[in-house]
């Protein structure tokens, strides 16, 4: 979604507060950790969620960065009205100049009526801008405005408009070396940066995957309405899980036990074993593609599937080891749909 709002359900933000699980585990807003690493991410939001700081949350990608913006959301003094999440890489350049700020009637072709934009939807609340490294250089001259002055211009208006907003931003780039590279404003780097928050990666607390596969399996498999013993987690299967890396994080977790729910035990048989290396991989593809004669288009797809089931499903992580930009990934995508190759 390009954007999206999350109306408060009147539950007190004095309601929201760490739940204790069973087996030592410790679930707090949606999120599952019982490593030292996550008690002190608990802790920090905890702290930080009731001022009006601006937040800087930092994280590879799918370590659950907007799970952290909704717990700093709802455990503040704004919990009863709205989070706007915007995701700003999946918006078009041309396009987030009008979405954030709004426009007027008439501002540009396709304008037929004035429309408030996502950060005048946020006053009162909490807005989240996740990917805020995308932002283009015209677009952070006029954010850096608008959180020095609190007021906006919609486009096509010079009618100043008053906003109260609190304000969370998330990347899993490195903010401080697109300073360095002059591909993101200092002056708004340092705006932002007023309380960071890094989330580990799944990797630094591998401590923590047992229960949440525990945690997923149980809430996939209701979500599924399947069996939560449709499929074995043996011993075996964690100590072949814990001596992966998860790229993906906590996103090809889940992505990985609902295979495997649906799937069952022949989940393994239905794709590319996500323990292995790319590198392992292509060799395999390889094989196959020789033994039963492919042609380079479908070598090309095959492999393409493979490294995108190896990065859990994420896009930008599988452009990433492909050495392409994640459009090619969705032209791809987009192409092999058409064909029928993939649903």
């Given at each position: 979604a390009l954007g999206s709002i999350v109306e408060n359900d009147g539950t007190p933000a004095s309601a929201c507060r760490p739940v204790g699980a069973r087996h030592g585990n410790v679930v707090f807003q949606g999120m599952v950790g019982r490593s030292p690493a996550m008690h002190r991410l608990f802790r920090t939001i905890a702290r930080v969620a009731p001022t009006r700081a601006t937040v800087l949350i930092t994280g590879e990608t799918g370590t659950g960065k907007e799970l952290v913006a909704h717990a700093i959301h709802a455990l503040s003094d704004r919990a009863r009205r709205r989070f706007v999440a915007v995701n700003c890489g999946a918006i078009p350049a041309t396009l987030l100049d009008s979405e954030l700020f709004g426009h007027e009637r008439g501002a540009f072709t396709g304008a037929i009526q004035s429309r408030r934009g996502w950060i005048e939807t946020a006053a009162g609340g909490t807005l989240f801008l996740d990917e805020i490294s995308t932002l283009s250089q015209d677009i952070q001259v006029k954010l850096l405005r608008v959180i020095q002055e609190r007021v906006i211009h919609r486009v096509g208006s010079r009618a100043p408009v008053n906003v109260d907003f609190r304000l969370v931003a998330a990347t899993n780039r490195d903010l401080a070396s697109l300073v360095d590279q002059g591909r993101f404003r200092e002056d708004l780097y340092y705006r932002l940066n007023v309380f960071p928050i890094r989330i580990p990666p799944l990797r630094e607390r591998l401590e923590d995957l047992p229960v949440l596969v525990q945690h997923l399996r149980c809430r996939l498999s209701d979500e599924l309405g399947l069996d939560r013993d449709a499929a074995e987690f043996g011993g075996d299967l964690i100590l072949r899980m814990l001596d992966h890396d998860w790229p993906g994080n906590v996103r090809e977790l889940e992505n990985f036990?609902?295979?495997?729910?649906?799937?069952?035990?022949?989940?393994?048989?239905?794709?590319?074993?996500?323990?292995?290396?790319?590198?392992?991989?292509?060799?395999?593809?390889?094989?196959?593609?020789?033994?039963?004669?492919?042609?380079?288009?479908?070598?090309?797809?095959?492999?393409?599937?493979?490294?995108?089931?190896?990065?859990?499903?994420?896009?930008?992580?599988?452009?990433?080891?492909?050495?392409?930009?994640?459009?090619?990934?969705?032209?791809?995508?987009?192409?092999?749909?058409?064909?029928?190759?993939?649903?």
């Open positions: 036990v609902e295979r495997r729910l649906i799937l069952g035990d022949t989940a393994d048989e239905a794709g590319p074993d996500p323990f292995r290396s790319p590198a392992e991989t292509l060799g395999a593809l390889f094989d196959r593609g020789l033994a039963e004669h492919w042609t380079l288009d479908r070598l090309e797809r095959e492999y393409l599937l493979s490294t995108l089931a190896l990065a859990g499903g994420c896009q930008a992580e599988a452009a990433r080891r492909l050495g392409v930009n994640r459009g090619t990934i969705c032209r791809r995508l987009k192409r092999y749909r058409e064909e029928g190759w993939v649903h």
